[in-house]
């Protein structure tokens, strides 16, 4: 079935790097996109991926690999704001091309 | 633009009654979905409509779920008879482009509402 696969949980220091995975199985590829979700709130578009390689949004860079069915959101510079889940998310041939999400990840940021 | 606008944002009622989500998408989004998110089971896809006419309902989850568009500013999401197990997060989002075309046309970016936060007593 189609499914995106991500760590249900990551903890990180302030200050530091810290890279969050996906791998994904679809019907046809379009291209992954990560969102951002802080508790209470509403998602929120971060990067797209549509091809392979590295995307870069000041802080936040996304990588894609279509070989391998993976990519993962890379966060620098960590700071306590980006406390949050981050999801990936990818249309699916079989669902009518519309997004299917991972799971989320949530974000944990130690001081 | 003010994004996305949801009401009610919060929503308390007792089971067997009924509850109306309402959503106004960004103007000149030709596309609007209606999402559930619970811990258990994430964000679920209800129903999108594409020029006010819905395209996918496959989403939702039994009869007692309604989603209607009357025009290209206004949408509601209908449950009735609510259950308990209906409590969630409901959100609408809206999109310029409903489908992702592939690796070269670009994102399929949504613009989430503030969510409505449903709890079915």
């Known amino acids: 079935g189609q499914s995106l696969e991500q760590p249900s949980e990551v903890t990180a220091v302030e200050g530091a790097i810290v890279q969050i995975n996906c791998t994904y199985q679809?019907?046809?590829?379009?291209?992954l996109s990560w969102y951002q979700q802080h508790d209470g709130g509403a998602p929120t578009f971060l990067s797209y991926?549509?091809l392979d390689g590295l995307e870069e949004t000041g802080r936040f860079s996304s990588f894609l690999s279509r070989s391998d069915s993976y990519g993962y959101l890379l966060l620098q510079e960590l700071q306590m704001k980006d406390s949050a889940s981050y999801f990936c998310?990818?249309?699916?041939?079989?669902?009518?091309?519309?997004?299917?999400w991972g799971a989320g990840t949530k974000l944990i940021i130690k001081p | 633009d003010a994004g996305v606008i949801q009401s009610p944002r919060h929503e308390v009622t007792e089971m067997g009654q009924e509850v109306t989500l309402r959503c106004k998408p960004i103007?000149?989004?030709?596309?609007l979905f209606w999402y559930r998110q619970t811990m258990m089971r994430g964000l679920e896809l209800l129903i999108y409509?594409?020029?006010?006419?819905?395209?996918?309902d496959s989403g939702m989850p039994e009869d007692r779920f309604s989603a209607k568009m009357p025009n290209a500013s206004f949408s509601t999401l209908k449950i009735q008879p609510s259950e308990p197990r209906d409590s969630a997060v409901y959100f609408c989002?809206?999109?310029?482009?409903?489908?992702?075309?592939?690796?070269?046309?670009?994102?399929?970016?949504?613009?989430f509402g503030a969510g409505s936060r449903l709890t079915v007593l």
């Open positions: 989002a809206s999109s310029s482009t409903g489908l992702a075309g592939g690796p070269l046309t670009g994102a399929n970016v949504l613009t």
């Open positions: 103007s000149g989004h030709d596309y």
């Open positions: 409509f594409n020029n006010n006419v819905p395209i996918d």
């Open positions: 679809t019907s046809g590829f379009y291209g």
């Open positions: 991926n549509g």
């Open positions: 998310a990818a249309p699916d041939m079989d669902s009518n091309y519309q997004l299917i």
